[in-house]
């Protein structure tokens, strides 16, 4: 097959494409590298199979033809990142809201089975554990800013079910928890990144909060496992699924795990919210994904826990 992946040169695009090159489909990969980079797919850059377009899924001509071209799309392009979402709102919400639009609409217009890859963030505060698909979203006002993220992600899954109901268009949308893996920048906010490289550099750790807050931690290979998974399945056509692992861990004992499997000096570092995002910022307390769904319909499960992901996080950070 010939697949389109938006958002190809990001780290978890990354990823996908290698993944699927290496099950000999042909790849077409556009990113605008803004938060991807060409040192991501610089392994599989020059590879016959692979076409490369730097530029912006609001290129409507482009994805026009990209579209036409391809058998399947996995639409990954998206503003990400807590820091990047807190920063720059217009840019979160005009891309994951009418970025998706375009991507759908195309998909749509040529009939093309569509992978929307949505996030844990939908669920909001709601402190109901563990998620199953079907929970209720509970979100803060609008003048807190994070907020924008979920909505703007949960918009795109209503488009998405809005087409499969309508217009019979084949959709699968994942809710990717929080993914790990080699690539990954802390740069936009994420914490294992973040905290591996102040490690190895015997910089103090910045916990947020009271670091009571927790996170389940997923491989980005078992991830895109789930993905290819849920694409391949007829059966998982219009529906929502959960991806992640439902292994928690607390974020002070993150820190802690991460200092003693480096040897690091470093020492732990409190840092309030509002010190570090600003006004009236909220934090999920906890994130746990119900994994029955998927676990039913494909053959899921997770091949690396949270120590296999350290490790290979602090080899990738060593060398990078
Ligand atoms: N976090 C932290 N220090 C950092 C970056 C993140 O304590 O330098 C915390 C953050 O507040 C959150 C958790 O780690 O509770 C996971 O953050 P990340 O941005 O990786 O993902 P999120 O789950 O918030 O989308």
Redesign the pocket.
Known sequence: MRILITGGAGFIGSHLAGTLLSERHKIIIIDNLSTGSLKNVENIKTKENVEIFIDTIFNKKLMNELVQRCDQIYHLAAAV???LIVNNPVETIETNILGTDIVIKFANRFNKKIFIAS???VYGKNDSMPFKEEFNRVYGPTNIRRWAYAESKAIDEFLALAYYYEKKLPVVIGRL??T?GPRQS?Q????????MQ?ALLNHP?????N?Q???CFTHVKDVIKAMIGLMEKVDCIGKIFNIGSNDEIK??D??KKIIKLTNSKSKIKL?S?KE?FGEGFE??KR?IPDLTKICKSINYEQKYNLNDILQEMQEYYKIN
């Open positions: 990142g807590v820091q996030t844990s963030e928890f929080n790990v802390g936009y906010g994420m914490v294992i990144p973040r905290f102040q750790l910045t916990v947020y909060g670091g807050q927790s996170r974020i002070i993150l820190a840092i919210y570090a934090d999920m994130r």
